[in-house]
């Protein structure tokens, strides 16, 4: 999974789009050390018109920088990405308001390039393993904390894909005692998502994040909500290392202290690796590519698209 040094000019140029929940990217390049443009819009209520400017941007990196080879679409979700599905390359159920049912990939086919689709959060875990914190591991655990909490998977060396993308940042946590606060999720009150989110600290702190003092009583809510997530990715798939990104550990890095210490107490000696033990603080840790790895991830799907048809003809990853 670790890069191979190849000359910038041997390798084929990339766009990627980024949509986050709270601004897009929009990038030219061949990866971390090669980004021609990188330019960035607010997520907009209104996803016409967000797209359109988009499509604005890399028009203009294309004009400037030259035709690209494949594009990639790394997008917050749910997303369907089924290749068989007649809503292929659309956001689905996403909570996010005015977003719903909107088709991405479909609107990008005039390009007549390979386009490659997946999470945001997928795309982070794909450039983490290509470019950052997680080269050469086979399995590892991606997780953002911003305006969502979302989770990228990879075992054996793929992304884990069922019938839909991981949606961990949704699963159901005991509540710390005497904690009744609803949660922000319009889906499920208080999932993790729900109790953890930028949205979710603001709604409770009256602030952002990183307004938000280190002291205050809402980190302790954050910080159990989110040890339980790791609980439940160590039990569940065991992955090598857990990177954990997004705008709110961006904010606050102190929270991986709290989080790693947590994390071993909720185990509670079941689980016997010495990555739980002395090695915690490389087991549990901040991205590589730190505030870049989901843009780049964009790229990362382009570059695996090239070689990845769809059964119509387009492509995706």
């Known amino acids: 999974m670790a890069s191979v040094d190849v000359p910038f000019e041997s390798r084929p140029l990339l766009g990627g789009l980024e949509l986050g929940g709270t601004k897009c990217s929009c990038l030219i390049g061949t990866g971390p050390d090669d980004v021609r443009m990188h330019a960035t819009i607010p997520t907009g209520a209104d996803p016409a018109a967000t797209v359109a400017r988009l499509e604005a941007e890399l028009n203009r990196g294309i004009e400037a920088h030259g035709s690209i080879r494949a594009l990639g679409v790394a997008s917050f979700g749910p997303i369907d990405r089924c290749p068989t599905s007649p809503r292929y390359g659309w956001i689905t159920s996403t909570p996010k308001p005015g977003w719903r049912d909107t088709p991405l990939v479909p609107r990008l086919a005039h390009l007549s390039i390979p386009v490659g689709f997946d999470t945001d959060v997928n795309g982070a875990a794909l450039a983490e393993g290509r470019w950052g914190a997680a080269q050469a591991l086979e399995d590892f655990a991606y997780v953002t904390v911003g ?151 964009a790229l990362a799907l382009a570059a695996d698209a090239i070689d990845s048809p769809r059964p119509d003809g387009l492509f995706a990853r």
């Open 147 to 297: 305006t969502g909490v979302g989770v990228g998977l990879f075992a054996h060396g793929a992304l884990i894909h069922g019938f839909l993308h991981p949606e961990l940042g949704h699963i159901r946590v005991a509540r710390r005692a005497g904690d009744t606060w609803p949660g922000v999720c319009s889906f499920h009150g208080d999932c993790v998502e729900g109790l953890a989110s930028g949205p979710a600290i603001a709604a409770r702190a009256g602030a952002p994040a990183h307004l938000v003092a280190p002291t205050d009583a809402v980190w302790h809510t954050v910080v159990h909500a989110l040890a339980q997530l790791l609980h439940t990715l160590v039990l569940a798939t065991a992955p090598r290392r857990i990177i954990m990104g997004g705008g709110v550990i961006e904010a606050r890095p102190e929270l991986l202290v709290r989080l790693r210490r947590e994390l071993v107490s909720s185990l509670n000696g079941y689980v016997l690796n010495e990555a739980l033990d002395v090695g915690i603080n490389d087991y549990v840790t901040s991205p590589g590519l730190g505030s870049r790895a989901g843009a780049l991830g």
